[in-house]
């Protein structure tokens, strides 16, 4: 049931862009992304939810697939600031409103000066 | 300002013991959640909680309880009967629960739990 993240991690210097992927078997309602630093709290970037819908925060933007029941995550121009480790967190059709997310493994990313 | 207050930071726990970690929201959110990270994986679901007096078991919820008596506070125990406890432990929350998918979650800066 847990979405797969892709890549794991990733290694990026100052500037460079990357793509992060978030894949599910099930079909989705809806997609978050999270950012969290080392022994921090994750925090929201944005959240997708119709098919093709695409959403941007800062830099960082993303885009959902529902017919692929796909989601991703990409960072222009990337800064220091975007090292972490960025979760996808997928809310399934049919899970009866609940709200609740089930998160992907994580994907580590980290910026080089 | 509002947000989430997890308590303690730091627990320290011994075998046999049964601990509870506070998590308290002044945000006037209806539903809350309980999320436990293991070193390098992601966050998986305990126990949450659409309104007060009510909840549910996430996919990991043997070995722990939680209670609902107030909107603001949703607190849970980590039993003896949890075997493999030493984690780290985020609450969070979202206004309108299940019915407003719209929003995303706030988290609380979390609880790491070590067994000695």
């Known amino acids: 049931q847990q979405p797969v993240q892709s890549p794991q991690a990733v290694i990026l210097r100052e500037g460079e862009d990357a793509v992060i992927n978030c894949s599910s078997s099930?079909?989705?309602?809806?997609v978050h992304w999270y950012r969290q630093k080392h022994g921090e709290a994750p925090v929201f970037l944005m959240i997708?939810?119709?098919?093709?819908e695409q959403k941007g925060h800062e830099k960082i933007s993303a885009s959902f697939n529902e017919k692929k029941q796909q989601s991703s995550l990409y960072l222009t121009a990337s800064q220091l600031s975007y090292s972490g480790t960025y979760f996808c967190?997928?809310?399934?059709?049919?899970?009866?409103?609940?709200?609740?997310?089930?998160f992907g493994q994580g994907t580590t990313l980290q910026v080089k000066p | 300002d509002g947000g989430i207050t997890q308590s303690p930071k730091y627990l320290f726990r011994k075998e046999g013991q049964n601990v509870t970690l506070s998590c308290e929201q002044n945000?006037?959110?209806?539903?809350m959640y309980w999320y436990r990270q293991d070193p390098g994986q992601g966050l998986r679901l305990i126990y949450y909680?659409?309104?007060?007096?009510?909840?549910q078991k996430g996919d990991i919820a043997e070995g722990y309880s939680v209670s609902r008596e107030k909107k603001e506070s949703f607190p849970l125990t980590v039993t003896s009967a949890q075997k493999n406890p030493t984690a780290f432990y985020l609450c969070?929350?979202?206004?309108?629960?299940?019915?407003?998918?719209?929003?995303?979650?706030?988290f609380g800066s979390g609880t790491r739990l070590t067994v000695v």
């Open positions: 969070a929350s979202r206004t309108g629960g299940g019915g407003s998918p719209r929003y995303g979650y706030t």
């Open positions: 099930k079909a989705l309602y809806s």
């Open positions: 997708l939810l119709k098919g093709g």
């Open positions: 967190g997928t809310e399934y059709r049919g899970s009866g409103n609940t709200g609740k997310l089930i």
């Open positions: 945000l006037n959110h209806d539903a």
């Open positions: 909680s659409q309104i007060v007096n009510d909840f």
